[in-house]
């Protein structure tokens, strides 16, 4: 069974530009979460899909973060304009929605450096 | 948010028994402990969770304290692959997983 996958696992942009980072979960998991830890810091929160759905959004820093998930299936997060404090590594998690505290599977995560 | 707190790094012997705490003084009826590790250049990866009794799989075992307060993660025998960071969480159903600093875990050959 394929896992969490994420693309690119690098990404080198400048600031201005625009990055799309995308997820592919695990097939059948409704649950879908966006995680990011900048250099130094804490894996924080991003955003929780359900299905289609944003179900929580509380850890999105600024508008200039988009998240999307058409259809319920995989997600992109999209970064305009970039800027250099958005460095770090984006993850991505899955989970099933059968049990509430089912484990999060994650993915290996994007690299972004904007420079 | 309940918070729980764990020493910033630890050092093991290979093949020697390893003893993660986690301190959850404020934990509620509904918090489950989970545990996560994140090994370098890769995403976290889940491994183990309980609510009130000791719990064990391929991967650790986790003893949790009577009035669950505290809990331990053991790993049975160190691994130079078990070098990674260990993050304690306290979730309740429908919760997110938050992550604190955790624990970094040396294991010395």
């Known amino acids: 069974e394929a896992g969490v996958t994420q693309f690119p696992s690098h990404s080198v942009i400048e600031k201005g530009q625009t990055v799309t980072l995308r997820c592919d979960p695990i097939?059948?998991?409704?649950?879908l979460y966006w995680y990011r830890r900048v250099m130094g810091k804490e894996i924080k929160f991003l955003l929780h899909?359900?299905?289609?759905?944003?179900?929580?959004e509380s850890g999105m820093p600024n508008n200039r973060f988009l998240a999307e998930r058409t259809g319920g299936t995989y997600s992109t997060l999209k970064v305009q304009p970039a800027e250099l404090e958005d460095s770090g590594v984006y993850f991505c998690a899955s989970r099933v929605t059968a049990s509430t505290n089912e484990k999060l599977f994650f993915g290996s995560g994007t690299q972004l450096s904007v420079l | 948010d309940a918070k729980t707190t764990q020493p910033n790094s630890m050092e093991s012997n290979e093949e020697e028994p390893v003893h993660l705490p986690c301190n959850h003084s404020?934990?509620?009826?509904?918090?489950?402990i989970h545990w996560y590790r994140q090994l370098p250049s890769q995403g976290p990866e889940y491994v183990i969770h309980?609510?009130?009794s000791n719990v064990n799989n391929r991967m650790a075992s986790l003893a949790i304290a009577e009035d669950r307060k505290s809990s331990t993660l053991i790993l049975h025998r160190a691994t130079l692959r078990d070098a990674a960071v260990y993050y304690c969480?306290?979730?309740?159903?429908?919760?997110?997983?938050?992550f604190g600093p955790g624990t970094s875990l040396s294991v010395i050959p």
């Open positions: 899909f359900v299905k289609e759905s944003k179900q929580d």
């Open positions: 969480i306290l979730k309740t159903s429908y919760d997110k997983v938050i």
């Open positions: 309980g609510l009130t």
């Open positions: 404020t934990i509620s009826g509904t918090d489950y």
């Open positions: 097939s059948g998991h409704d649950n």
